[in-house]
Nanobody, 118 residues
């Protein structure tokens, strides 16, 4: 079972950059497929990016070319570098990890607020 803790959110002007980090801990030897979701109050949670153990990545179309997901397996950490931020990127960003055992649910962090002003 894995516990996740995000950091790096904050307030930034449009066109600026932020870098998010997610550290995994618990009874695991290595991190599995992980990613980032975001959610605006009253809206559905949206998958932003994922990264597999082998380093393959996926992105939602709206962030392609602007966001980069990466991982450091030794540090059990996943990152999201966000450049050219837009007001529409404003949301609570959640770290996500696929379940480590078939009998357990996926893991979620508590979220970090990203606010982009115009």
């Amino acid at each position: 079972q894995v516990q996740l803790e995000e950091s790096g959110g904050g307030l930034v002007q449009a066109g600026g950059s932020l870098s998010l980090s997610c550290v995994a801990s618990g009874s695991i030897f290595s991190i599995p497929t992980m990613g980032w979701y975001r959610q605006v109050s009253g809206k559905q949670r949206e998958l932003v990016a994922t990264i597999t153990v082998g380093g393959s990545t996926t992105y939602v179309d709206s962030v392609k070319g602007r966001f980069t997901i990466s991982r450091d397996n030794a540090k059990k950490t996943v990152y999201l570098q966000m450049n050219s931020l837009k007001p529409e990127d404003t949301a609570v960003y959640y770290c996500w990890s696929v379940r480590t055992h078939i009998s357990e649910p996926d893991s979620w962090g508590l979220g970090t607020q990203v606010t982009v002003s115009s």
